[in-house]
């Protein structure tokens, strides 16, 4: 095998030094003119063209970079990811449409075709005034004549897919608010993972994804961070946690995770002055997934539609299919109990409530890797606040879960209390269905309440769950 090889390799070569075919030398079987491989159409991958009406393209580009990577890399495609923030979100996304057909141009049959020098001349009357507004001048690769050609020349509309968008949302959306493009649906582990990767290569100045460990079936447990220095802790800057879908049967929170890591990155990039200050001010760390080998389950189950009959009032099933892991441990009943170890101390008063160390005997139970890799995770960032998204009941629920009197459950507030009940507060009331004091809505339990409650209160969980952890831990 490997000598075929070799000779294939050197008659190649020979192929290639000869400098020229005299008409002899085609009979003689020398000068076979050599067959390039022929240009292949290849998927769009750049994130900021994924929205164009076309899915192929062709390397080298129109500004004749060789490879994917050559184009991500370039100052044209640096400049597509700034420009809306430069023009203040004005010209969008018709400019970065037109930036995607140079450098990422619609590829049928192996063959490049170039975007119409009309549209772009229409782009460029329109967003002149933004451009003398910041005192810029047009690009040089969005030059009308140098990489755009006529009709007769066979050219295509690069704003064409925009045009479709627009007139279907057109109708409910006001055009003056820029917002973020967002298609609603489920994701599956495979396209949660691209998403979260490339959001973050879109937005790579401010964000990273990073794994903190394998699932049991060996899914990445998958980190997106967005801060202005990512992958470094800087002092005092606030590390923040999310998570999502502890539970893999509750995939609303891996849903609305999802979402937020792509509204960070693109409100960022449109200059949101809000989410821009809160990336460059904090540290912001998003699992949606805590448990992908449960969802997995989850939505195998629900495709084999034996959940038809699902009863929106019941209680969760603690056997509902996908809500543990692979190993059928239920994550949030799998971490250290601190919070009983907090309440033995206090009898003793021994009061301290932080920086609890974990019991050697939670080591000889049963941990699942997804508990583990949060733990460790918790040990190496000192994040000072989490959230964790569950699905089931409308509310805000604040530690302590585990109830301070062992066969009731009560309100048992944690030595930060005023902290939590505000925060919960907080969160609460910037939602109209949450604090709406309506008991009989969608989800009204804790109507009554302003759609808060202390854990403990609603009903204590004797140990394992992460928030209690969390908060002794930390
Ligand atoms: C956030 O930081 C970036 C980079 O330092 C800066 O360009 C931007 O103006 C900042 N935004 C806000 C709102 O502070
Ligand atoms: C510990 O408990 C005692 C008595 O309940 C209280 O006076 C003290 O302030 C507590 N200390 C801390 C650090 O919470
Ligand atoms: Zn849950």
Same mark, same amino acid.
């Given at each position: 095998? *490997? ?46 063209? $994924? +929205? ?9 580009? &129109? ?36 930036? %995607? ?5 619609? %590829?049928?049959?192996?063959?490049? *075709? ?10 460029? #009357? ?30 295509? $509309?690069?704003?064409? =897919? ?33 998403? &979260? ?5 879109? %937005? ?50 891996r849903e609305l995770l999802i979402y937020l890591a792509q509204y960070l990155c693109s409100e960022y990039l449109l200059g949101n002055i809000r ?33 038809? $009959?699902?009863?929106?009032?019941? !209680? ?12 059928? *441990? ?18 003793? #008063? ?78 609460? +009331? ?19 309440? =302003? ?5 403990? #209160? ?13 908060? !002794?831990?930390?």
């Open positions: 095998m *490997i000598k075929i090889v070799f000779l294939l390799n050197a008659v190649t070569l020979v192929r290639c030094v000869l400098p020229r075919c005299e008409p002899g030398n085609y009979f003689q079987g020398w000068c076979k003119v050599a067959v390039e491989p022929k240009p292949k159409c290849t998927d769009v991958v750049l994130g900021y063209c $994924d +929205d164009m009406s076309y899915s192929k393209t062709l390397f080298p580009n &129109l500004l004749e970079h060789k490879t994917r990577e050559e184009a991500e890399l370039s100052t044209e495609y640096l400049l597509l990811s700034v420009i809306h923030s430069l023009l203040n979100g004005e010209c969008n996304p018709d400019i970065r449409m037109l930036g %995607c057909s140079v450098l990422a141009p619609r %590829c049928d049959n192996g063959k490049i *075709i170039k975007p119409c020098r009309s549209s772009c001349e229409l782009v460029q #009357k329109s967003c002149a005034h933004a451009f003398e507004g910041i005192d810029m001048a047009w690009p040089y690769f969005l030059d009308c004549d140098r990489f755009f050609v006529s009709e007769e020349e066979g050219c295509y $509309d690069p704003l064409e =897919g925009l045009r479709e968008m627009q007139e279907m949302v057109m109708p409910s959306v006001s055009p003056e608010e820029p917002s973020t493009a967002i298609k609603f649906a489920y994701h599956s582990n495979t396209q949660m993972f691209n998403i &979260l990767k490339k959001t973050a290569a879109q %937005c790579l100045h401010i964000s990273r994804t990073y794994s903190i460990g394998r699932s049991v079936e060996g899914e990445d447990l998958l980190v997106i961070e967005f801060s202005s220095n990512p992958g470094a802790h800087e002092l005092l800057e606030p590390e923040v946690r999310y998570i999502g879908n502890m539970h893999g049967n509750e995939v609303m929170g989410i821009q200050t809160l990336v460059n001010t904090t540290r912001i760390h998003i699992l949606p997934s805590m448990n992908p080998d449960g969802y997995e389950l989850a939505s195998a189950d629900m495709q084999s539609g034996s959940d038809t $009959d699902y009863d929106e009032v019941a !209680q969760p099933r603690a056997n509902s299919i996908g809500r543990a892991n692979a190993q059928n *441990i239920d994550l949030n009943r799998n971490f250290p109990d601190l919070t009983s170890i907090f309440y033995n101390r206090r009898r003793f #008063k021994r009061n301290r409530s932080d920086h609890i160390p974990i019991p050697t005997s939670y080591w000889f139970g049963k941990v699942a890797p997804e508990s583990y890799a949060v733990m460790k995770w918790m040990r190496s960032i000192p994040f000072v606040i989490s959230a964790n998204l569950h699905g089931g009941d409308l509310v805000v629920s604040y530690p302590y879960d585990l109830s301070k009197h062992p066969l009731e459950n009560m309100f048992s507030p944690t030595p930060d209390e005023q902290v939590f009940s505000k925060l919960a507060r907080t969160y609460a +009331d910037a939602r109209a269905t949450m604090s709406n004091d309506d008991m009989s809505r969608c989800g009204g339990t804790f109507g009554d309440k =302003g759609g808060i409650v202390n854990g403990a #209160k609603w009903y204590s969980i004797a140990g394992g769950e992460l928030r209690g952890h969390n908060c !002794q831990f930390n």
